[in-house]
């Protein structure tokens, strides 16, 4: 069956700090893979996409990697700060071309001052 | 910056009884969509509309549940005969066809269901 898995235990880690998160798949063959942030009780905001064909995004202090072969993507924050606490989700379309998004189940960030 | 609204931000039901989600999407968006997040777990796909008609839908949207775009701004969720597992976090978003990096979320409706 398909799967999105994010590590469920939370990560804390000291402010300045580069924060990794993974996520990893089973089961699909996405064109690309969504990275967004969720605060408590709000919806989730987009961040970043990066594609099969791109090894590796920027934007700011945010990076995201996707390896194809390994069924993995990694999303990264440099020098992180508190404001970057929250929980951060991965998500791949079911079926090329349905815009029909699954999420991973979120990896919670803590950033420590 | 455009944004997806939602009302009621909560909305609190005896079982049984039909609820109505509603949302306004972002005005030039074509997809859209209902999500729902039981408190602690992650963000479920249940529908998402194109075209006047649902595109896609999850094993949770059962007959129960429907959805309607009854004019150019607002999209529904309906739920017929609400259960205690409905109670949930149930967020509408919005996407721009071909741009799929553009899913925005709307802020949310915390229904619970006694």
């Known amino acids: 069956s398909q799967k999105i898995e994010q590590n469920s235990e939370a990560l804390n880690i000291q402010e300045g700090k580069t924060a990794t998160l993974t996520c990893n798949y089973t089961n699909y063959s996405p064109a690309y893979l969504q990275w967004y942030r969720q605060d408590p009780g709000r919806g989730p905001v987009f961040l970043l996409l990066?594609?099969?064909?791109?090894k590796e995004k920027r934007k700011e202090r945010l990076k995201v990697t996707f390896d194809t072969t390994l069924k993995q993507s990694l999303f990264h924050i440099t020098a992180s700060q508190p404001a970057d606490s929250a929980t951060y989700l991965c998500?791949?379309?079911?079926?090329?071309?349905?815009?029909?998004?699954?999420f991973g189940t979120g990896t919670r960030l803590k950033v420590l001052a | 910056e455009p944004e997806v609204t939602q009302t009621p931000s909560h909305q609190v039901t005896q079982m049984g009884q039909e609820v109505i989600l509603r949302c306004v999407p972002i005005?030039?968006?074509?997809?859209f969509y209902w999500y729902r997040q039981i408190l602690g777990q992650k963000v479920e796909f249940l529908v998402s509309?194109?075209?006047?008609?649902?595109?896609?839908k999850s094993e949770i949207f059962d007959d129960q549940f429907s959805v309607e775009r009854p004019d150019g701004s607002n999209f529904t969720l309906k739920i017929r005969s609400t259960k205690l597992e409905d109670s949930a976090m149930y967020f509408c978003a919005s996407l721009l066809q071909g741009r799929v990096e553009t899913q925005y979320f709307g802020p949310g409706t915390r229904l619970l269901v006694l």
């Open positions: 509309f194109y075209n006047n008609e649902i595109s896609e």
């Open positions: 005005s030039n968006h074509l997809y």
């Open positions: 990066i594609r099969e064909n791109e």
């Open positions: 998500a791949l379309e079911q079926g090329s071309g349905t815009y029909k998004y699954i």
